[in-house]
């Protein structure tokens, strides 16, 4: 392997280009002969060696100096936004409620919360007993644990049945690789189970001694074992009760509401199983429910005197069965629920008299009330024609009260809790905008883009009232679109500093997402992939077209899987858009998903496809950004990743980054910002986050000449 060799020169100059940008030399990454051949395909990648750190760890240093001479670039480039981004940083820090209490959840007799201090990055788990104006007990200090930690993040809390002791999981990398611990709650001594590489939780058997954990693969990351610990005993000899042998598999286990049963949870994104015991009897062998079939998901929901199946057989927007207690398999389940081709089911919240349904129409979240022994149903309304709501904090099995979430643009993150057989509703707690909020300042919308096959794109719109669609306003166009996961319009206090310097802030539900029901999902993966991307450039045009904006002030945003996208629509459309900020993205889609020693790589097959098959090679290989990109101009762009990224490896955005400088035909910036302390969701205290939404505030407002 030659010599890495960085033409990288810092200017001492601080002057400043006509574009307000220092004049400095970005860094050149060095190219090294790799030839990738499949389908009678050669295609050259010459920053493939990037992948270094991956392979070598810390003996690799090449890409780690070529990661930080791109930090040394983007700082020096935003230097002069120093004080604009610390200024941000305080107004969004300081509309946070510093010393603060979520709202307390009973369980089992207790009442458990958490509570954050003045200062203090972290919290603290506590509970009282019986009542909440019993004595409290703090269960875990985090802001201690965490100390001289640059990241920290606990997980996972299980309390035993007896109330005794408690489980929890730590991660102090960022690579969602969990290590399990036990407190016990009398004494206050915390025991290291020597149990690592888990999901970061455990289930308790009903004997206090027994817990279930999910045991990851230390390579690629996946959930592949459930392991039985008994506590007191050695973690090494523990006992393998479920091994998947399905790659496109997650695994995970969990106990019912009703605490009976402890189920196993093997899926796919096609297909599901679920194994079961009773949690009376940890060392019985598990019983699958019903055998997988294809393209069959199905979730199992116990109550006393039959099991509810969650399913999409013969219902492509789910529907509920019903199966005796002893009579599980396929043959034996009956309509409960019927399938309905305008609503899609999105789970089952289960009480001893009641059960809630969530569930999406017209691309909206609903809840709907089920008397379990009328069958009579309540459907919750709402006034504001954007919205979010979903079940929040409801372990309690035998209770007729049901605590539910509501958020829109405009309303901040509010709790309820309704008596299910009243109708009672009263608040709990609305999330505090601190320095004075007013919802009636702002305006937000619900409007539809026409995609290129005529399909309708729901886009969520919210702006300061006093905005003239004129073409003029600066916006920032946001959207995930992947893996059926539904990006709903929510309340972000820090999206305040945005609007209130004058932006439009639009979230387009783009197919990929599960918005509109099942079949958006289905039209947005695999071989239809490409109308994600469509979607989000209809959306941008759009917006154009309707007067909230033009290209010269129109910015795109997403991470991850929706980095992706970012990745595709600068190819697609690198004239529609100002700026792009890609966070994380996943933009080497083919390399990555030929390499099943890649974490997560084999779980993603049945939302990309498997490149080794030719078909999805050419698909993947057509709109994957890393091979896309050309000699032509590209928007301004903010690419962010972390070096511990356990999701999206940092070489991905790095090559990606080094191609664009190399084909690129204009003078618009390329920054690069690797955070060489965590991975993929970023820093894990509560306020180290706002520093990165500041700069990327920063980086649309120096693009727009604003700079305060």
Known sequence: MKKLILSFVIAMSTSISAQNWPSVKPPIAEKQEFVRVIHGDEVKDPYYWMIDYFTKGKDSTKVVNYLKDENTYWETMMKDTEPLRNELFQEMKARIKEKDESVPTLKNGYYYYTKTENGKQYYKYCRKKGNLNAPEEILLDVDKMAEGKPYYYATGFSISPDNQKLIFGVDDVSRRQYHLFLKDLKSGKITD?????????????????????????????????????????????????????????????????????????????????????????????????????????????????????????????????????????????????????????????????????????????????????????????????????????????????????????????????????????????????????????????????????????????????????????????????????????????????????????ALTHVRGGQEMGRQWYEDGKMMKKKNTFTDFIDSGEFLVKEGYTSPEHLFAQGGSAGGLLMGAIANMKPELWKGVIAQVPFVDVVNTMLDESIPLTTNEFDEWGNPKNKDAYFYMKSYSPYENVEKKNYPNLLVTTGLHDSQVQYFEPAKWVAKLRDSKTDNNVILLKTDMNYGHGGASGRFDYLKDVALIYAFMLKLEGINK
Do not use: C
């Open 193 to 505: 189970l020597k149990i690592k590489n888990t999901t970061g939780s455990a289930t308790w058997a009903n004997d206090n001694k027994t817990i279930f954990y999910t045991s990851k693969n230390e390579i690629t990351l996946l959930s592949e074992k459930i392991m039985r610990h008994i506590l007191g005993t050695d973690s090494s000899k523990d006992a393998v009760v479920y091994d998947e042998k399905d790659k496109s598999n997650y695994i995970g286990i969990g106990k019912s509401k009703n605490d009976k049963f402890i189920l196993i949870s093997s899926a796919a994104t096609t297909s599901s199983e679920v194994r079961y015991i009773n949690a009376d009897k940890p060392f019985d062998d598990f019983k699958v429910f019903q055998p997988r079939m294809k393209d069959v998901l199905y979730e199992v929901t116990p109550l006393e005197d039959k099991f509810l199946i969650t399913t999409n057989k013969d219902a492509l927007n789910f529907k509920v069965m019903e199966t005796p207690l002893d009579k599980t398999e396929v043959a034996n389940w009956k309509d409960f629920i019927p399938h309905r081709k305008d609503v899609l089911v999105e789970g089952i919240d289960e009480f001893k008299n009641y059960l809630v349904l969530s569930e999406r129409q017209n691309g909206l979240s609903q809840l709907v009330i089920m008397d379990r022994k009328t069958g009579n149903k309540e459907f919750l309304k709402f006034d504001e024609p954007d919205y979010t709501v979903y079940p929040s904090g409801n372990p309690e099995y035998n209770t007729d009260n049901f605590r539910f979430g509501y958020t829109s643009m405009i309303t901040p993150s509010t709790q309820y809790e309704q008596n299910l057989k009243t109708g009672a509703r009263k608040i709990l707690k609305q999330q505090e905008v601190l320095g004075g909020y007013n919802k009636n300042e702002y305006t937000t919308e619900r409007v539809f883009a026409t995609a290129k096959d005529g399909t309708k794109i729901p886009i969520s719109i919210v702006y300061k009232k006093g905005i003239i669609k004129n073409g003029k306003n600066p916006t920032l166009l946001y959207a995930y679109g992947s893996y059926g996961n539904s990006s709903d319009a929510t309340f972000s206090s820090s999206r305040l500093s945005l609007l209130n310097r004058g932006f439009v802030y």
